[in-house]
T-cell receptor
Framework: QQQVKQSPQSLIVQKGGISIINCAYENTAFDYFPWYQQFPGKGPALLIAIRPDVSEKKEGRFTISFNKSAKQFSLHIMDSQPGDSATYFCAAHISNTGKLIFGQGTTLQVKP | DTGVSQDPRHKITKRGQNVTFRCDPI?????LYWYRQTLGQGPEFLTY????????KSRLLSDRFSAERPKGSFSTLEIQRTEQGDSAMYLC??????????FGSGTRLTVV
């Protein structure tokens, strides 16, 4: 019940295209949903985050769409660039704990 | 203060040896977290501190693992009698209160 399921495992997109990564959860105690970007040899870096009382949040080329009733959320990367090639993790924070539960990750490759 | 600092970046040790990792969080952050990440997986929660108090420990943190944050500033993670299964990236993160984790670049442990 504390899992966050992420798909796809890998994604190849042409430069300028839209990258879409999906996550699903079961635990209604999750109260904060961040996305992280990780490059090889580096720690995850916070990209964008959303709370469940908001259906969409946009920051530059990155948008989170959140569907509370379906318990799903997704990351959209518009105008994908080769520099976006990285591993992306969705995560969910459990209310009143310090714990983030991460998805399994999506490796994105943006072809020039 | 430019971020979360972890030392060492890489550690190779022989099975059965003890190892200790250090994490220096962002100075004004009161929360500090340890995660473990194996290849191709998302980070898994190990433990977290609020100031000097260790508030939660994962079942992943066996009795061979111990973490401390003696003065509410830096933290150490010690693994005793290392096993090959301990080989992973150990990530430290800090935050001011519950959200907005900042991760360090991690310590990659290889047990041979």
């Amino acid at each position: 019940q504390q899992q966050v399921k992420q798909s796809p495992q890998s994604l190849i997109v042409q430069k300028g295209g839209i990258s879409i990564i999906n996550c699903a959860y079961e635990n209604t105690a999750f109260d904060y949903f961040p996305w992280y970007q990780q490059f090889p040899g580096k720690g995850p870096a916070l990209l964008i985050a959303i709370r469940p009382d908001v259906s969409e949040k946009k920051e530059g080329r990155f948008t989170i769409s959140f569907n509370k009733s379906a318990k799903q959320f997704s990351l959209h990367i518009m105008d994908s660039q080769p520099g976006d090639s990285a591993t992306y993790f969705c995560a969910a924070h459990i209310s009143n704990t310090g714990k983030l539960i991460f998805g399994q990750g999506t490796t994105l490759q943006v072809k020039p | 203060d430019t971020g979360v600092s972890q030392d060492p970046r890489h550690k190779i040790t022989k099975r059965g040896q003890n190892v200790t990792f250090r994490c220096d969080p962002i100075s004004e952050h009161n929360r500090l977290y340890w995660y473990r990440q194996t290849l191709g997986q998302g980070p898994e929660f190990l433990t977290y501190f609020q100031n000097e108090a260790q508030l939660e420990k994962s079942r992943l943190l066996s009795d061979r693992f111990s973490a401390e944050r003696p003065k509410g500033s830096f933290s150490t993670l010690e693994i005793q009698r290392t096993e090959q299964g301990d080989s992973a990236m150990y990530l430290c993160a800090s935050s001011l209160n519950r959200n907005g984790y900042t991760f360090g670049s991690g310590t990659r442990l290889t047990v041979v």
